[in-house]
């Protein structure tokens, strides 16, 4: 029912109790429909108020973990940089022997005999593998006795240009 229409058919006419009741009850419809619509707003801007807050909230958190992910990628960087670098004693050996042979290549014969003064077999093959999980050398062939010939790889090469 349409106030408007009701309005405009009572236009000129007297009100009667029936009509009178009929308007009535179409303007308290209207009234509660209206009251329930501005229940329903203040709700939706209680609830819009709530996610903005959460918005915020979320906004910090995020904020917060991304310096934390920052300072963490700084660490391992850091990390991998200090692990990259820092072998053990035998291993630093190894690398100073293909330094002071200046070859890319040597026996493994040759440098358990180079180092066996100061190292044991079990710490040069140790540091050997070592030197291999770090990428800086490379077992690249064995002879028919049973020799090992380990190669420098780009990674091995361009450390020992830098090293001292």
């Known amino acids: 029912m349409d106030p408007i229409s009701i309005l405009k058919g009572l236009k000129d006419k007297v009100l009667d109790a029936q009509n009178f009741d009929i308007l009535k009850h179409v303007y308290d419809l209207q009234n509660e429909n209206l009251e329930q619509l501005k229940h329903n707003n203040d709700a939706l801007k209680e609830s819009n108020g709530l996610l ?3 918005v915020n909230s979320l ?3 995020n904020e917060s973990l991304k310096q934390q992910v920052g300072e963490l990628s700084q660490k391992v ?3 991998d940089d200090n692990a990259s670098t820092s072998f053990s004693e035998a291993a630093d050996a190894i690398l100073g022997f293909y330094h002071l042979e200046d070859s890319t290549d040597v026996l ?3 440098i358990i005999s180079a180092l066996s003064d100061h190292f ?3 710490q ?3 540091a050997i593998d070592e ?3 770090a990428n800086m050398i490379s077992l690249i062939s064995m002879n028919q006795e049973g020799n090992m ?3 420098l790889t780009a990674q091995g090469k361009k450390f020992l240009a830098d090293y001292p």
Request: charged residues 40%; glycine residues 4%.
């Open 131 to 133: 030197l291999t999980d």
């Open 52 to 54: 903005r807050e959460q």
């Open 59 to 61: 906004r910090k958190e």
């Open 77 to 79: 960087a850091q990390n």
């Open 149 to 151: 010939r380990y190669s």
């Open 108 to 110: 493994k014969d040759s």
């Open 120 to 122: 044991g077999t079990i």
């Open 124 to 126: 040069i093959e140790s």
